[in-house]
């Protein structure tokens, strides 16, 4: 690598490394993008086995990866290997962090549901009094929002709602409904709930990745050099200044240790890795808050019910398929009394297969009733809004290493009594509209997975007017270090019922724009 000084170094190529690197290098400044993982071709790397040619027949093997509950034999090469790179967690309060250390992070993998969020997450103490004020609100955002649906061609139906804001959508033909997908729409909105349909990333050529759809336009400036293997460990300052000057970063193969310089720092590790960096460099925490306020999504809580004129293959054509979205509907209005604050939506999908753990039967009585059951389902499944709260948090655990010598992280995330009310209402409700349906229950529970576990983990660096009360202002830039900036996910003051990942891109986008416009000016 040149000894030349770049300038901005960004750490991390996914989706917030690659969006901050798209917008600086169009406008003309020179970055190095820094990534702990191998670049990968999805055509040659993945290879097609059959069940019976692997040990444990497709399932995960046992103590490989614990925490990835998503993990089997099939996918199990893709995920951060929790031996090589451990975290620690109270036994009694597990964790779930699911990473990938690739070139282009998870945007090689995720499931693209792509919502904007609304004034209800932004300004949730005004709203609902809890939680805390983005200092930014979704009209400072809505046109980045919208840049970024264009750029990652997503795809919905406009509803004209405040609380589930529209976005530059691509038409999306969603086809008529199947019956059983209009009558759960009627009993849903029949309760006053807006029934709407999954927004998702089309991308371009099958992928909407960072790879496809960010680093190419960025490579084709001439201003952008990525290196992948390179294991970022610290940022290193001027003494003088006090300003970061680059960053120490060791060869994921050799384990030697090399030093780039750079004028300004962007980090894009994704939330948690952002903040272990942080943390092991000792910066940008004069507030006390680096760490703090982690949150994600509540998922697990599901209910299924069988459709009975569709049992035993007998479903009449057009009876069955498709999927209806209730964005949140829970505390939208003032005075609503509930036992639990902020909300959740809710997917309904119709036509699934029942699973063996519904039916208390074995070998070919079991096999019966799958087949009895099999397309005949509607699955009710639960995205929840956890709360932000000051006790969840991570550290560094000076006493455990990763394979290249660098303290790990702690996690300590639990849930709250908010949680569990709101996960047993989202049960009730979703029992309560199958049945009203005329559907049979075959399975209820109010039990969810793990913090961490949605893969939307967010927080840890949040946002905020306040130095003394957030880690990075309304820019995503270092209240204490001026040319240092997170990207990712971890400047979130709430986390929304909302898959967080567009959110994460306007903000990265508009950071980014903030950011050469202010070294245009020469104040950075
Ligand atoms: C299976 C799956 C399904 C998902 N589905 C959805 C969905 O439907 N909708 C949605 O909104 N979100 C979804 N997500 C979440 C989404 O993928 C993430 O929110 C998003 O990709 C995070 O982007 P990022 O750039 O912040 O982080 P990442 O994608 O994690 O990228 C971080 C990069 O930093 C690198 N890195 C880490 N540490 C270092 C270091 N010390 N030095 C150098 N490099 C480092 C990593 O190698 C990685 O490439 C899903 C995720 C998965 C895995």
């Not at 690197?21 to 020179?30: D, N, R, W």
Request: net charge neutral.
């Amino acid at each position: 690598m040149p000894k030349q000084e770049f300038d901005v170094l960004i750490v991390g190529s996914g989706h917030s490394g690659g969006m901050a690197a798209q917008v600086l290098t169009q406008k003309g400044i020179s970055c190095l993008m820094l990534d702990a993982g191998p670049e990968v071709n999805l055509a040659t790397n993945r290879v097609s086995k059959n069940p019976w040619e692997l040990p444990y027949r497709g399932m995960n093997k046992p103590g490989r990866l614990p925490h990835v509950v998503q993990a089997n034999e099939f996918n199990a090469n893709q995920w951060v290997d929790e031996k090589e790179i451990p975290y620690t967690h109270d036994p009694a309060s597990p964790y779930n962090w699911v990473r990938v250390r690739m070139l282009g992070g998870r945007s090689l993998f995720w499931g693209r549901q792509s919502f904007r969020m609304s004034d209800w997450e932004f300004k949730s103490l005004d709203k609902e009094g809890v939680g805390d004020n983005w200092p930014i609100s979704h009209a400072d955002l809505d046109p980045f929002y919208s840049k970024v649906e264009g750029i990652f061609r997503v795809s919905g139906r406009k509803e004209g709602k405040a609380h589930f804001p529209d976005g530059n959508f691509l038409d999306a033909d969603y086809g008529p409904d199947s019956t059983t997908v209009k009558k759960i729409t009627e009993i849903a909105q029949g309760r006053g709930y807006l029934v709407s349909k999954i927004r998702a990333s089309n991308g371009r050529n099958g992928q909407a990745s960072s790879v496809n759809l960010l680093l190419p336009e960025a490579m084709a400036t001439g201003k952008l050099q990525i290196v992948p293997n390179a294991i970022v460990r610290e940022l290193t300052v001027d003494k003088n200044t006090g300003k970061v000057n680059g960053a120490n970063f060791l060869d994921r193969h050799s384990k030697q240790e090399l030093h780039v310089k750079a004028r300004v720092v962007v980090l894009a590790a994704g939330s948690l890795e952002s903040v272990r960096l942080l943390m092991n460099s000792g910066l940008a925490n004069s507030s006390g808050m680096l760490g703090r306020y982690i949150i994600d999504q509540l998922y697990g809580v599901q209910v299924v019910a069988s459709v009975p004129e569709a049992r035993g293959g007998s479903a009449a054509e057009g009876l069955m398929g498709g999927t209806a979205l209730l964005p949140r509907f829970r505390n939208l209005q003032k005075g609503e009394k509930n036992n639990f604050s902020k909300g959740y939506g809710m997917m309904i999908a119709s036509g699934g297969a029942a699973q063996p753990g519904f039916f208390a039967d074995y070998g070919e009585s079991l096999q019966k009733k799958l087949d009895f059951h099999s397309g005949a389902c509607m699955t009710a499944s639960i995205y929840g809004e956890r709360l932000p709260r000051f006790e969840n948090h991570v550290r560094i655990n000076k006493l455990v290493k990763d394979a290249w010598g660098i303290p790990v992280l702690h996690a300590e995330v639990k849930d709250s009594a908010n949680e569990h009310n709101m996960a047993k209402d989202a049960a009730d409700t979703a029992e309560d509209m199958l049945k009203a349906a005329g559907w049979d229950i075959l399975s209820k529970t109010d039990k969810f997975h793990p913090p961490g576990y949605s893969i939307h983990e967010v927080g840890g660096a949040r946002m905020g007017d306040d130095p003394k009360k957030s880690v990075l202002n309304k820019w995503n830039q270092s209240h204490d270090v001026k040319n240092l900036f997170q990207v990712d996910g971890g400047c979130f003051v709430t986390c929304g019922w909302q898959n967080t990942t567009l959110t994460m891109m306007a903000l990265a986008m508009r950071s980014a724009e903030y950011l050469a416009e202010q070294m245009k000016t020469g104040v950075i």
